[in-house]
């Protein structure tokens, strides 16, 4: 059983398009978070929601987590090349140091 | 000025053989972890480390045996290797009692290839 559902798996846009990736549960997690994880690298976080509602800005990403602490989505606006790689939202529940990761979506951005 | 290392990245070796993986960090957190990311990208935890401590064993073959020397290093030891064992494995480390966060900080990865 996978807890955490990544759409799309892939995504290829043009340069200068908008996106959003989506990431579902049934299940609620205390903390959600986005890493981003380039070729032959490991996965580089990129933001922790921890607050139902809450949306967080990091220059064109926008992350948002649902009010029911089930769901986050990742806004990218005018996407660039440079925005290509794997992202991953992973999610904990209670106060477990476990973190259960989706499948990732594959996001390449065409010049 | 490398927060997570792992030593080596690319390791080739025969069916049967054993092998050891390295992970360092220097960021003072007191956790760490090691993940397996299967070719379709998925990563999945195997073992995470508490100040020395093993406090998330997954299902893992008992083949498999992590040790850690102290909270900065740990190692993952794999005896009698199999094709399926092929992989990318990361490292990774924390600081416990971050409340709800568990941010976690990964190292480049292990390419492991069973032949």
């Known amino acids: 059983t996978q807890l955490l559902e990544q759409s799309p798996q892939f995504l290829s846009i043009q340069e200068g398009e908008n996106l959003t990736v989506y990431c579902n549960s049934s299940?609620?997690?205390?903390?959600l978070q986005w890493y981003r994880q380039e070729p032959g690298e490991g996965p580089v976080l990129l933001v922790t929601?921890?607050?139902?509602?809450e949306v967080k800005k990091l220059k064109r990403l926008t992350f948002q987590f649902g009010d029911a602490r089930k769901d986050s989505s990742l806004h990218i606006t005018a996407a660039q090349p440079g925005d290509t790689g794997l992202y991953l939202c992973?999610?904990?529940?209670?106060?477990?140091?476990?973190?259960?990761f989706g499948k990732g979506t594959k996001l390449t951005v065409n010049p | 000025d490398t927060a997570v290392s792992q030593t080596p990245k690319y390791l080739v070796t025969q069916m049967g053989n054993d092998k050891s993986i390295k992970c360092e960090q220097n960021?003072?957190?007191?956790?760490m972890y090691w993940y397996k990311q299967d070719s379709k990208k998925f990563l999945k935890i195997m073992f995470s480390?508490?100040?020395?401590?093993?406090?998330i064993n997954e299902t893992v073959p008992n083949r498999f045996s992590p040790k850690s020397p102290d909270k900065a290093h740990l190692n993952l030891h794999i005896n009698s290797l199999e094709l399926g064992d092929s992989a990318v494995y990361f490292c990774?480390?924390?600081?416990?009692?971050?409340?709800?966060?568990?941010?976690?900080?990964f190292g480049p990865g292990t390419r492991l290839t069973v032949l």
């Open positions: 480390y508490n100040n020395k401590e093993l406090i």
């Open positions: 929601v921890v607050t139902g509602g």
């Open positions: 990774a480390s924390s600081l416990r009692g971050s409340g709800r966060l568990n941010e976690q900080f």
């Open positions: 299940s609620v997690f205390s903390s």
């Open positions: 960021l003072g957190h007191d956790t």
């Open positions: 992973a999610g904990s529940q209670g106060g477990s140091e476990k973190l259960v």
